[in-house]
């Protein structure tokens, strides 16, 4: 949960919000295949929960003094240059929650968790 406090009063947001933002952000990037598991608690649920798909995978959010801390654990299509693909997702997860939220993103990292092949 993100607190903004301003004249008019605090405004909350919550990290549900953020998930599901950063997740279009993410799956509308050429070369995503999906995302992966970003911790031992999504691995857990995925694992016992295998026919659901949930908003948070692979997405973990923080917030500290330089802004939100994004990181992402992706998979990605077989064949495609790898740094294009994470450069192109960090700019795009960074426009699309400065724009749509007003904070500042400090870093976005984007992990490499797998390949797929097209098929």
Do not use: P
């Amino acid at each position: 949960m993100i607190k903004l406090e301003n004249h008019l009063g605090t405004i909350i947001i919550s990290e549900d919000y953020f998930r599901v933002l950063i997740g279009r952000a993410v799956s509308a990037c050429f070369g995503v295949a999906g995302m992966a598991n970003g911790n031992c608690r999504q691995q857990l649920r995925s694992f016992f929960k295998k026919s659901q798909s949930f908003d948070d995978q692979g997405i973990l959010i923080s917030s500290g003094l330089q802004g939100l801390k994004i990181e992402l654990h992706i998979v990605i299509t077989y064949g495609l240059n790898i740094a294009e693909i994470c450069r192109s997702i960090e700019n795009k997860v960074r426009y699309t929650v400065e724009n749509a939220t007003g904070l500042t993103v400090g870093s976005v990292k984007v992990y490499v968790d797998s390949m797929k092949t097209e098929s």
